[in-house]
């Protein structure tokens, strides 16, 4: 069992920064693979990005985040992070990271066990 818990949303303006974090529980986080994906009110959970398991060495994004946002692993900490630069009023969704054991990248919510409460990030215009 793997428990997740997300932290360091909140409320910036427009073409600011936040850094989302996610804790994880465990002692073989190392061995799974990360996720990010975000639901905006009344709009399906879509995926932001993925890093792989251990080094991390191979992440993938979204097309819409590509070049803004910055996914990394922490091993030592058992933490994810989620860089998020020049943001826009459309990142406005709640976030949530999800992991899953896997030696490889996942972009479905359906290939995730474990998943976060969610942090709330809201973009003003």
């Known amino acids: 069992q793997v428990q997740l818990v997300e932290s360091g949303g909140g409320l910036v303006q427009a073409g600011g920064s936040l850094r989302l974090s996610c804790a994880a529980s465990?002692?073989?986080?190392?061995?799974?693979?990360m996720g990010w994906f975000r639901q905006a009110p009344g709009k399906e959970r879509e995926f932001v990005s993925t890093?792989?398991?251990?080094?991390?060495?191979?992440?993938y994004y979204a097309d819409s985040v590509k070049g803004r946002f910055t996914i990394s692993r922490d091993n030592a900490k058992n933490t994810v992070y989620l860089q998020m630069n020049s943001l826009k009023p459309e990142d406005t969704a709640v976030y949530y990271c999800?992991?899953?054991w896997g030696t490889g990248t996942y972009y479905s919510g359906y290939e995730y066990a474990y998943w976060g409460q969610g942090t709330q990030v809201t973009v003003s215009s």
């Open positions: 890093i792989n398991w251990r080094s991390g060495d191979t992440t």
């Open positions: 465990g002692r073989t986080f190392s061995s799974y693979a």
């Open positions: 999800a992991a899953r």
